[in-house]
Structures are given as C-alpha cells and as structure tokens.
C-alpha cells in the first residue's frame, strides 16, 4: 500500500499527528461509549474522552484545513457537523428534557458516522479494497450503516420514536 501525506510542511505533518492520535481515540472511545450500558461508569467516562477527542479533531481539522483550505475544505465540513452533532447530544443529555435520549443517542451515533465519512473521504481511495469503490459510498456508508445500527440502540434502550411516545408512561420490562 502506499500511502499518500501532502507535502505542506512540517507544521502541517505535526498537527496532521495530532489530528490522527484524536480521530483514534474517538473511534476507540466512541465504540466503548456505545458499547457500554447506559448508566454510570464506562458510558459517561468514554463519552467524556469522545467528546474531547472529537473536539481535537475539529480544531486540528480546520488548522489543516486552514493551511490547504483548497484541497481539504470538505473534510473542515464534515468535522464541523461530527463537532457539532457531539456537542449538541451532550446538551440534550445535559439538559434531560423529554426525548432527550433520542437527540442524545441521535446525535452522537450522527457524530461518530460523521467522523467515519471523514477518514474515508480523505483515506478511501489509498485504502485496499476501499479504492476499488465509487467515491460516492466513502460519502454515504458510513451513514447507511450507523442509521439501522442507531435505530435498534434506541428502540432497545426504549428511547422514544416520537415526541406523542414520549409523554406516555413506559410500558413494563419484560423478564425475558
């Protein structure tokens, strides 16, 4: 495999390893945080280090961004929404108004395909097998495969569909 790296001098290439030690540790953070049950211990502390990570990943998005703004603006876009969408399901977990688990579960799940579009964006084409698809899937799978994979969390974390659900009073767990 070669691998490309841009030629943008050393203060690109350093902040460039900074940039892939964050996105490694929201990818690793991201699965613990949904992996784990969603009360006190694992959930919180790896959403925590998510929510960190990604935040390293947008501020050296957009100082690489800034210093090839031509050749990485959408990569600074798709950092911005896996920022933003992070930020705000902390919000909405933080303010725990009704149907909070939805807009936090949402959104974070939206984060963490945001992040995977990133990588694959910018990485797809050098990646085996990756770069034999069109580059309209590094785009899009991420999604397609975090919205059923998101959709069944929240059902089985009894997250309200709708707004109508989440007024009325839960049903009862079964012991199965």
């Not at 690489?64 to 909405?92: N, P």
């Not at 303010?95 to 936090?104: I, Q």
């Not at 084409?125 to 990756?130: D, E, G, V, Y």
Request: hydrophobic share 50%; charged share 20%; aromatic share 10%.
């Amino acid at each position: 495999m070669d691998l490309h790296l841009p030629d943008a001098g050393p203060l690109f290439l350093a902040v460039l390893a900074v940039h892939v030690l964050a996105g490694g540790a929201a990818v690793v953070s991201g699965a613990l945080a949904a992996t784990a049950r969603k009360r006190p211990g694992r959930h919180p502390r790896a959403g925590a280090v998510y929510l960190s990570a990604i935040s390293a990943v947008f501020l050296t998005a957009s100082v690489l961004a800034t210093l090839r703004w031509r050749e990485d603006w959408r990569l600074f876009l798709i950092a911005c929404v896996a920022a933003g969408l992070a930020w705000f399901g902390r919000a909405a977990r933080r303010r725990g108004r009704d149907g909070w688990l939805t807009r936090h579960g949402g959104a974070m799940a939206g984060s963490y395909a945001a992040l995977f579009t990133g990588f694959y964006v910018d990485n797809g084409p050098q990646l085996p097998l990756w770069d034999r698809l069109p580059h309209l899937t590094y785009w899009l799978l991420p999604a397609a495969v975090a919205l059923p994979l998101t959709w069944r969390a929240l059902r089985r974390n009894r997250a309200p569909a709708t707004e109508a659900e989440a007024d009325r009073p839960a049903a009862p767990r079964s012991a199965a």
